[in-house]
């Protein structure tokens, strides 16, 4: 039998699972040896799946970071610094003979100055917010995989992913030479799989997959997501001929899966 990637990439999965025949084994470490490319894919894949949450957040430029690093100190000052309530509520209890009119004015006063605090801090936030988006542009750009897969994993900090923010992490799962950042982008895509046109997104990226572990993992995401009008995608990916014959009954058990919701 002449070994393909395709192959190859299963009996790596099954070779997780447990271990392969001597015979196998060695096929797959000899395959594997004379194709670092898919070598590198496959080890960066198991990294990957064992520490994703481990994953440093990219280094910006020097400039971005000094003002980075300083936002974020402000940010974690101001939110450390009592509040104009705590100030006064300690007053109070060291001069408890206060009069009720004065607690009334300094409750007044109180009115006016939290909400400008607050508003301080979150202005802060969004300007962080801001920043950490546009370092995720910029680093899904980079040629290198292990800097956009840092980028999608950006992702995650962000309070809130605007249409720029999922329509790169779309394009990254549609287009990304790189299986496992392609993986990572699909794993960012999740959190807003309620969003309808993420959700057709997902629905027509599947029939633009042609690796196995790939498809395998939208599988897993339209169950989880219960996103049961994929079920025809599914189904012409089943029946094509191009489709790895390793995961037919994953798709199948996948299809029927879906029917049930």
């Known amino acids: 039998m002449k070994l393909t990637d395709d192959i190859v990439t299963q009996w790596w999965l ?28 496959l080890e960066q894949q198991s990294a990957l799946w064992n520490s994703m949450g ?45 009069s009720i009119g004065s607690l009334a004015m300094g409750l007044v006063i109180g009115i006016f100055f939290i909400p ?6 979150a202005d802060l936030t969004a300007e962080v917010q801001d920043m950490k988006q546009l370092l995720m542009l910029t680093m899904i750009e980079k040629p290198q995989a292990h800097d956009r897969i840092k980028a999608v994993n950006l992702t995650k900090e962000l309070l809130k992913a605007d249409s720029k923010v999922t329509d790169a992490l779309i ?10 950042v392609r993986l990572a982008a699909l794993e960012a895509l999740i959190p807003y799989g309620k969003q309808s046109e ?4 997902l629905i027509q990226s599947i029939k633009l997959q042609d690796s196995p572990l790939v498809q395998v993992a939208l599988a897993d995401a339209m169950i989880m997501l219960q996103v049961k009008s994929s079920v025809e995608s599914f189904k012409d990916m089943l029946q094509s001929e191009d489709v790895d014959e390793s995961i037919k ?3 199948q058990s996948t299809i029927e899966t879906l029917r049930s919701i």
């Not at 099954?14 to 894919?41: C, D, F, I, R, T």
């Not at 957040?57 to 100190?73: I, K």
């Open 198 to 201: 993420v959700r057709q997104a």
């Open 249 to 251: 009954p994953k798709l």
């Open 54 to 98: 481990d994953i440093k957040s990219p280094e910006p430029s020097s400039e971005m970071d000094l003002r980075f690093e300083a936002m974020l100190g402000q940010a974690v000052a101001a939110s450390r610094k009592p509040t104009f309530m705590d100030q006064l509520k300690t007053w109070f209890s060291a001069n408890w003979q206060v």
């Open 171 to 180: 394009s990254t799962l549609n287009q990304d030479e790189s299986i496992n």
């Open 14 to 41: 099954e070779s997780l699972e447990g271990p392969l025949a001597e015979a196998q084994q060695q096929q797959l470490e000899e395959y594997l040896k004379a194709n670092p490319v898919l070598a590198e894919e």
């Open 116 to 121: 400008k605090q607050q508003n301080d801090v």
